[in-house]
């Protein structure tokens, strides 16, 4: 007799047929895994960097302030995996640049990321990378270097469409880091996960732009020092960004 071990009929823990196969029963213990090991890292207790292009203002309150999120929003093992995934990619893209002539650091001598901190350490930004020197490529170094691994329906967008149309979090991201680190230039490179091609985009500082997102950040840290929800970002619930918003139902349970 052939038993089929991988269709759900197979022999699992003494009994046959519980139509639960061996690649679902190993893929529940790495996500279980994966979720457990997120719940034992220590929340931020500062507003990142990365997060401050967020358009809704009370969401990012509620990010600082570790409101929880509604039930069954928390990052599942599916979430994680894709987080795991784009820091293997990013790996790589450094690998290729270095190979191909770029002084690309990405730690300190210390070991730890390159930064920022300001408003106390309340604000605070973690880079990806900074390329000291390099080829003749009609750039000025240094230049911030920052890396996204995206699907290729949303790296075509980008292609297409630029880094401040189709990713304003990302360019509000780069603007932010420019500005507190004091670089001319950002240099992203966008990784295709589908098909490996490669992007780089040349963000220009804009300093008007820094100072709006630094007003901002402010902004929300004294709204959430002293417990006060900004407006909403929507006059209904059924706004895109809020049917997609981990906070949704406490938000609109909330007067004003």
């Known amino acids: 007799m052939i038993v089929d071990l991988n269709h759900g009929s197979g022999f699992v823990y003494g009994r046959i047929g519980d139509g639960i196969g061996v690649s679902d029963r190993i893929n529940a213990l790495i996500d279980e895994a994966l979720v457990a090991r997120n719940r034992r890292q220590r929340p931020r207790d500062y507003l990142g960097g990365s997060r401050i292009g967020e358009p809704c203002a009370r969401k990012l309150v509620y990010e600082v302030t570790h409101t929880p999120k509604d039930e069954g929003k928390d990052f599942d093992g599916a979430i994680l995996r894709i987080f795991d995934a784009g820091h293997q990619f990013e790996t790589l893209s450094i690998r290729w640049l270095r190979g191909a002539g770029f002084d690309l650091r990405t730690e300190r001598t210390d070991g730890g990321q390159f930064g920022f901190e300001a408003a ?120 895109f960004l809020c049917r997609f918003c981990p906070y949704a139902a406490r938000c609109w349970e909330v007067r004003a």
């Open 120 to 239: 106390g350490g309340k604000l605070r930004g973690h880079i990806d990378g900074v390329i000291l020197a390099g080829p003749n490529v009609g750039l000025k170094w240094p230049a911030l270097w920052e890396h996204k691994a995206l699907g290729s329906k949303s790296w075509n967008d980008l292609v297409k469409h630029g880094l401040a149309l189709s990713k304003p979090v990302y360019f509000s991201q780069v603007q932010l880091y420019m500005g507190y680190l004091e670089l001319e230039t950002a240099l992203v490179t966008a990784l295709n996960k589908d098909t490996q091609a490669l992007h780089h985009e040349v963000v220009p500082f804009d300093p008007s732009s820094a100072q709006a997102l630094s007003d901002k950040a402010v902004d929300i840290l004294r709204a959430a020092e002293a417990g006060e929800l900004p407006p909403r970002i929507a006059a209904s619930a059924d706004f």
